[in-house]
């Protein structure tokens, strides 16, 4: 059973930084592209970031892109959001997700999410 | 960046009652249109890929269809469990965008 569990949201300062963790499990991890998919409060989703399953390309938003990081641990199953210089508008539900060998860019599982808010 | 609209924005409904929820592209993206469902506090799921594509373990009241810029997701008979939020994302181009969501109310 493909099983995604995030973790590292909390409160942070406008200005700070986190890192969000996805510990994944039942399925071949570093084969797989990852991504990061969020839902700020009242809003819908969207796309964050998406690393292949090397670590090698990795992919952004424009809205993230310059602050977030995405990378990876095939090692330990773990896929990473480091979130730098948060504002506001990052406050959001984030979710881990798997994307679907075959087609691409779907995203066949997804973890529960973790709730990064960003105040003062 | 395609933009994705969904409509309506929210539903009201029965159980037993048929909804059709419609996504709309603001360009053509063939078939690479999908579908999710958000309950509170739980995962989302991939319902539809490639516009009708039902993924296994869904529930054969779903379905999909369209092409082009224009989508549906039909929901032949509303079960209970299915009172939720949908939503579309087009695969086609980075990046992958979603509609703002269609809620699905009990009537």
């Known amino acids: 059973e493909v099983q995604l569990l995030e973790s590292g949201g909390g409160l942070v300062q406008p200005g700070g930084s986190l890192r969000l963790s996805c510990v994944a499990s039942g399925f071949p991890f570093s084969i797989h592209v990852m991504s990061w998919v969020r839902q700020a409060p009242g809003k819908g989703l969207e796309w964050v970031s998406s690393?292949?399953?090397?670590?090698?390309?990795?992919y952004y938003a424009d809205s993230v892109k310059g602050r977030f990081t995405i990378s990876r641990d095939n090692s330990k199953n773990t896929l990473y959001l480091q979130m730098n210089s948060l504002r506001a508008e990052d406050m959001a539900v984030y979710y881990c997700?798997?994307?679907?060998?075959?087609?691409?860019?779907?995203?066949?599982?997804w973890g529960q999410g973790t709730l990064v808010t960003v105040s003062s | 960046d395609i933009q994705m609209t969904q409509s309506p924005s929210s539903l009201s409904a029965s159980v037993g009652d048929r909804v059709t929820i419609t996504c709309r592209a603001s360009q053509s993206i063939t078939n690479f249109l999908n579908w999710y469902v958000l309950k509170p506090g739980k995962a989302p799921k991939l319902l539809i890929s490639a516009a009708s594509n039902l993924q296994s373990g869904v529930p054969s009241r779903f379905s999909g269809s369209g092409s082009g810029t224009d989508f549906t997701l039909t929901i032949s008979s509303l079960q209970p469990e299915d009172f939720a939020t949908y939503y579309c994302q087009q695969s086609y181009n980075s990046p992958y965008t979603f509609g703002q969501g269609t809620k699905l109310e009990i009537k």
């Open positions: 997700a798997k994307e679907d060998p075959i087609v691409g860019r779907v995203f066949d599982y």
């Open positions: 690393i292949t399953g090397s670590g090698v390309s990795t």
